[in-house]
């Protein structure tokens, strides 16, 4: 027995022996592709040295003698750090993914070569002036060093990832840097989706009117009013029993566009001139919005040109400084959501299906036959339309199968695609602009996803524009590009698109104050109404109280309210909602669900809406919201209830305030009883109590809403393997809510509702009173490869609301650096 016990003794030492052994082979493999900040590498392309200096967060400040050797120094910089989230998006781009990931991501591939996103940016190169198209073939000279050096110096294959997947790179071009910007307007356009639903919903809906309370127009006047539109059936004449009522195919979590409803674009940025700012200095601060991953698309850095410095953050694929500043001028963004989609309903020729209608009878499809290569599956072949409008989106996607008559097929026009998208070139003139003239001069060139500018500048002045093309529609749309519409119709077509002058611009307010929440910017009617869906109407009334409360602003002022955690909507909502429940009846004995609800409205009645991680009132409010609304629009619309997830606060306001006499969602269609809203909010609030309870305990008190509010960073690829999912994925409790400054949107799906999975990956403050006490701060970490401490070191700063330095001055950087890269020329 003895002698039997010691060989399993020593088995078992070998075994953990070997797994040992293989972890720290995998570990020291892995590890090389963790790029040595401190090396000197000699590479071709450059006119002369170049230093790329880390200072303590793994910012890269580039020094250069050119301003094409500091873009082939940022291009290197990207690729040391994000090579595989660069790879992914021109994969994505390309409609490739297939090849690699397999069957899950073909309907991506399907969408992509069908919007044929790549072959427009290549041919935008053409379109850009020689400026632009410099500096992006320096930056894809500086990406292929890199990618030279990893092979000739055995560096990991440049990202741990490329372990696991064919390691073959093509060059880096610039129009792949073209493609990543395509990439970031897919990711922002929504309002296509939007024409889906309202469709939908008037496909559902007995009594229209219940479309203005569930999608209903932002507060303002000047709007056409919904009941002046035609039910979407009317339009072709067809029942609306005979369309397609299946559900469209899931999407995967690498799907570019899967944000979900009201997460194609949102974001934060205000301004103030010096008259309003306590150290006369202008003052910017800039939060854009995105869907939560590891790392996060955004990259800090620092460029010196010829023109002088310029910081802030960058997309890895593009050299572009996104929102920033230099020592005269700072930008900031939010999406406009300016409605530059539209989808048309095509007729097919009943004698010829290779045929649609147009305004002047059959016209022939353009069509090409493309072949999408699938891992361990067989090839795909794809055969692709286009008409007049747009090409045609087959009805997998974004739901259009559910509503496309029989003998139609859906198409696709969006500014996007175009073979001028010159969009990346204002991101290169805001680098070197000195002047709000410049600024705004600079926007004219950009194209498509539209976007709010806000600039600031060091002389006191500030403005907000409204970049990107607006279609030029006929006044006689008949939808007014709220739903689908004919494709045959002359008035339904886009004339091309308008001028830039008449994009919205506000410039050195009154005030001394700008600011946008992705709020409604303008009132004017339609077709230059810019849009009828926005993306917020409650976060703007809690930034015009902050900015209101103070005569003069500082920097300090302006970070407290980019981390504000109070909901405009929660303290607008819950007294309408729990106002016949507050404070009524006897107490109720404990352990009875009525004692439950007892204390649940008592917590509630105390709360001042702000959703601090650390306590149980905002859980409580946001699954009563969230039950209550369920309860409210399931019985009438069914299975399109699971479109509206997420809180829909002006639908609620309407329902309690019996808006055009809303209250009737309150009443229970199938039942005999005629219910209250009393009713209704009582009920909703005892299921959603008791479903809390199942999931966190019965002491109310120590529920927390940061335990069911964790942002969650999650790798687009790995991030889904239990093996490696605890290694790549990065998970933090946080406060805020979707209606808060302090953004972080929740995706209201099933098991875990109210995780963070959309917020602001960047924060950035500018005070030119004090240009270097500027501040900001990514999601993550600067490094992409899960190896490294600089791959979520930032994360921890960015949810307690802190911040790093900003700063142009040299010194300061290659004091605390980390590492100095220097590349040489090769001789």
Same mark, same amino acid.
């Given at each position: 027995?003895?002698?039997?016990?010691?060989?399993?003794?020593?088995?078992?030492?070998?075994?953990?022996?070997?797994?040992?052994?293989?972890?720290? /082979?995998?570990?020291?493999?892995?590890?090389?592709?963790?790029?040595?900040?401190?090396?000197?590498?000699?590479?071709? @392309?450059?006119?002369?040295?170049?230093?790329?200096?880390?200072?303590?967060?793994?910012?890269?400040?580039? %020094?250069?003698?050119?301003?094409?050797?500091?873009?082939?120094?940022?291009?290197?910089?990207?690729?040391?750090?994000?090579?595989?989230?660069?790879?992914?998006?021109?994969?994505?781009?390309?409609?490739?993914?297939?090849?690699?990931?397999?069957?899950?991501?073909?309907?991506?591939?399907?969408?992509?070569?069908?919007?044929?996103?790549?072959?427009?940016?290549?041919?935008?190169?053409?379109?850009?002036?020689?400026?632009?198209?410099?500096?992006?073939?320096?930056?894809?000279? @500086? *990406?292929?060093?890199?990618?030279?050096? *990893?092979?000739?110096?055995?560096?990991?294959?440049?990202?741990?990832?490329?372990?696991?997947?064919?390691?073959?790179?093509?060059?880096?071009?610039?129009?792949?840097?073209?493609? *990543?910007?395509?990439?970031?307007?897919?990711?922002?356009?929504?309002?296509?989706?939007?024409?889906?639903?309202?469709?939908?919903?008037?496909?559902?809906?007995?009594?229209?009117?219940?479309?203005?309370?569930?999608?209903?127009?932002?507060?303002? !006047?000047?709007?056409?009013?919904?009941?002046?539109?035609?039910?979407?059936?009317?339009?072709?004449?067809?029942?609306?029993?005979?369309?397609?009522?299946?559900?469209?195919?899931?999407?995967?979590?690498?799907?570019?566009?899967?944000?979900?409803?009201?997460? /194609?674009?949102?974001?934060?940025?205000?301004?103030?001139?010096?008259?309003?700012?306590?150290?006369?200095?202008?003052?910017?601060?800039?939060?854009?919005?995105?869907?939560?991953?590891?790392?996060?698309?955004?990259?800090?850095?620092?460029?010196?040109?010829?023109? !002088?410095?310029?910081?802030?953050?960058?997309?890895? !694929?593009?050299?572009?400084?996104?929102?920033?500043?230099?020592?005269?001028?700072?930008?900031?963004?939010?999406?406009?959501?300016?409605?530059?989609?539209?989808?048309?309903?095509?007729?097919?020729?009943?004698?010829?299906?290779?045929?649609?209608?147009?305004?002047?009878?059959?016209?022939?499809?353009?069509?090409?036959?493309?072949?999408?290569?699938?891992?361990?599956?067989?090839?795909?072949?794809?055969?692709?339309?286009?008409?007049?409008?747009?090409?045609?989106?087959?009805?997998?996607?974004?739901?259009?199968?559910?509503?496309?008559?029989?003998?139609?097929?859906?198409?696709?026009?969006?500014?996007?695609?175009?073979?001028?998208?010159?969009?990346?070139?204002?991101?290169?003139?805001?680098?070197?602009?000195?002047?709000?003239?410049?600024?705004?001069?600079?926007?004219?060139?950009?194209?498509?996803? /539209?976007?709010?500018?806000?600039?600031?500048?060091?002389?006191?002045?500030?403005?907000?524009?409204?970049?990107?093309?607006?279609?030029?529609?006929? #006044?006689?749309?008949?939808?007014?590009?709220?739903?689908?519409?004919?494709?045959?119709?002359?008035?339904?077509?886009?004339?091309?698109? #308008?001028?830039?002058?008449?994009?919205?611009?506000?410039?050195?307010?009154?005030?001394?104050?700008?600011?946008?929440?992705?709020?409604?910017?303008?009132?004017?009617?339609?077709?230059?109404?810019?849009?009828?869906?926005?993306?917020?109407?409650?976060?703007?009334?809690?930034?015009?109280?902050?900015?209101?409360?103070?005569?003069?602003?500082?920097?300090?002022?302006?970070?407290?309210?980019?981390?504000?955690?109070?909901?405009?909507?929660?303290?607008?909502?819950?007294?309408?909602?729990?106002?016949?429940?507050?404070?009524?009846?006897?107490?109720?004995?404990?352990? #009875?669900?009525?004692?439950?609800?007892?204390?649940?409205?008592?917590?509630?009645?105390?709360?001042?809406?702000?959703?601090?991680?650390?306590?149980?009132?905002?859980?409580?409010?946001?699954?009563?919201?969230?039950?209550?609304?369920?309860?409210?629009?399931?019985?009438?619309?069914?299975?399109?209830?699971?479109?509206?997830?997420?809180?829909?606060?002006? %639908?609620?306001?309407?329902?309690?305030?019996?808006?055009?006499?809303?209250?009737?969602?309150?009443?229970?269609?199938?039942?005999?009883?005629?219910?209250?809203?009393?009713?209704?909010?009582?009920?909703?609030?005892?299921?959603?109590?008791?479903?809390?309870?199942?999931?966190?305990?019965?002491?109310? /008190?120590?529920?927390?809403?940061?335990?069911?509010?964790?942002?969650?960073?999650?790798?687009?690829?790995?991030?889904?393997?239990?093996?490696?999912?605890?290694?790549?994925?990065?998970?933090?409790?946080?406060?805020?809510?979707?209606?808060?400054?302090?953004?972080?949107?929740?995706?209201?799906?099933?098991?875990?509702?109210?995780?963070?999975?959309?917020?602001?990956?960047?924060?950035?403050?500018?005070?030119?009173?004090?240009?270097?006490?500027?501040?900001?701060?990514?999601?993550?970490?600067?490094?992409?490869?899960?190896?490294?401490?600089?791959?979520?070191?930032?994360?921890?700063?960015?949810?307690?609301?802190?911040?790093?330095?900003?700063?142009?001055?040299?010194?300061?950087?290659?004091?605390?650096?980390?590492?100095? #890269?220097?590349?040489?020329?090769?001789?």
């Amino acid at each position: 027995m003895s002698v039997l016990l010691r060989w399993l003794v020593r088995l078992v030492a070998l075994a953990v022996a070997l797994l040992v052994c293989v972890v720290l /082979a995998v570990w020291w493999i892995g590890g090389r592709s963790i790029p040595d900040y401190g090396a000197t590498w000699t590479v071709p @392309g450059l006119t002369a040295p170049v230093e790329i200096v880390r200072d303590t967060a793994a910012v890269p400040h580039i %020094f250069g003698a050119t301003d094409h050797d500091v873009y082939f120094g940022l291009g290197l910089a990207h690729a040391q750090d994000r090579l595989w989230q660069m790879l992914t998006l021109r994969r994505t781009a390309q409609g490739r993914l297939s090849e690699l990931f397999g069957e899950p991501t073909l309907q991506i591939d399907d969408l992509l070569r069908r919007l044929d996103v790549y072959a427009l940016s290549s041919a935008s190169v053409d379109a850009l002036d020689p400026e632009t198209v410099a500096a992006l073939q320096a930056y894809s000279d @500086g *990406v292929n060093a890199w990618l030279g050096l *990893v092979g000739s110096e055995a560096l990991g294959r440049g990202a741990p990832e490329l372990f696991l997947f064919e390691p073959e790179i093509a060059p880096w071009r610039p129009a792949d840097s073209v493609a *990543v910007s395509f990439m970031m307007a897919l990711q922002l356009a929504g309002h296509h989706e939007e024409e889906v639903l309202r469709a939908r919903l008037s496909l559902a809906l007995d009594d229209p009117a219940g479309l203005a309370d569930l999608l209903p127009d932002a507060p303002g !006047g000047g709007v056409a009013e919904l009941a002046s539109l035609p039910a979407y059936p009317d339009l072709f004449e067809t029942p609306a029993s005979r369309f397609a009522q299946a559900a469209a195919a899931p999407r995967h979590p690498l799907h570019p566009h899967a944000q979900g409803r009201g997460r /194609a674009g949102a974001s934060n940025v205000w301004a103030a001139t010096p008259a309003r700012a306590a150290a006369s200095g202008t003052l910017l601060a800039n939060d854009p919005h995105l869907g939560l991953t590891a790392p996060t698309i955004w990259y800090l850095a620092r460029l010196e040109l010829q023109a !002088g410095g310029v910081i802030g953050a960058t997309i890895p !694929g593009m050299p572009v400084i996104l929102a920033g500043r230099n020592d005269r001028l700072a930008w900031g963004i939010t999406s406009a959501y300016l409605d530059d989609i539209d989808l048309y309903v095509e007729e097919l020729n009943p004698e010829n299906p290779e045929q649609y209608r147009t305004p002047d009878g059959w016209a022939e499809f353009r069509t090409d036959r493309r072949v999408i290569e699938v891992a361990d599956s067989a090839p795909v072949t794809i055969t692709r339309r286009w008409t007049e409008n747009g090409p045609v989106i087959p009805g997998v996607h974004y739901d259009f199968g559910t509503i496309t008559p029989p003998g139609h097929v859906m198409s696709m026009a969006w500014t996007a695609l175009t073979e001028d998208n010159t969009s990346i070139q204002t991101g290169l003139r805001l680098m070197t602009a000195s002047t709000i003239e410049e600024g705004l001069a600079a926007g004219e060139d950009f194209v498509a996803p /539209a976007q709010n500018l806000m600039l600031a500048s060091a002389d006191g002045r500030i403005a907000m524009q409204v970049i990107g093309h607006m279609p030029w529609r006929m #006044t006689a749309h008949q939808t007014q590009a709220r739903m689908p519409s004919p494709g045959w119709i002359a008035d339904n077509r886009w004339q091309g698109v #308008t001028q830039y002058f008449a994009n919205p611009s506000f410039v050195d307010p009154e005030t001394g104050i700008l600011g946008n929440t992705n709020n409604r910017t303008v009132d004017r009617a339609f077709p230059l109404h810019v849009s009828f869906t926005w993306g917020d109407t409650q976060r703007i009334t809690r930034l015009s109280r902050l900015m209101e409360a103070r005569e003069v602003h500082t920097r300090d002022s302006f970070i407290e309210a980019q981390l504000d955690t109070v909901s405009a909507a929660a303290r607008n909502i819950l007294p309408l909602v729990a106002r016949d429940l507050w404070f009524t009846g006897e107490t109720a004995p404990d352990g #009875t669900p009525e004692r439950r609800r007892q204390r649940a409205l008592a917590l509630l009645a105390e709360w001042n809406g702000e959703m601090n991680e650390h306590l149980p009132e905002p859980l409580i409010y946001a699954a009563w919201m969230r039950e209550l609304q369920q309860r409210l629009i399931r019985d009438e619309i069914g299975p399109l209830a699971d479109e509206f997830l997420q809180v829909e606060p002006i %639908f609620l306001e309407r329902v309690f305030r019996d808006i055009g006499g809303a209250s009737r969602w309150c009443n229970i269609v199938q039942s005999t009883a005629t219910e209250t809203c009393t009713d209704i909010a009582r009920m909703a609030l005892d299921d959603a109590l008791q479903w809390l309870e199942e999931r966190y305990g019965r002491d109310l /008190a120590s529920w927390r809403w940061g335990a069911a509010h964790e942002a969650r960073h999650d790798h687009p690829v790995l991030g889904n393997t239990r093996l490696l999912s605890w290694i790549v994925n990065i998970r933090q409790p946080t406060s805020g809510g979707d209606f808060t400054l302090n953004r972080a949107a929740t995706p209201g799906t099933m098991p875990d509702p109210f995780l963070n999975t959309h917020s602001a990956g960047y924060r950035g403050v500018y005070d030119f009173a004090d240009p270097d006490s500027s501040v900001f701060v990514i999601a993550t970490g600067q490094s992409g490869n899960p190896l490294s401490r600089h791959y979520d070191d930032l994360g921890e700063l960015w949810r307690r609301g802190e911040y790093i330095p900003m700063s142009l001055d040299p010194n300061l950087a290659r004091a605390g650096n980390i590492g100095i #890269t220097r590349l040489v020329p090769v001789p």
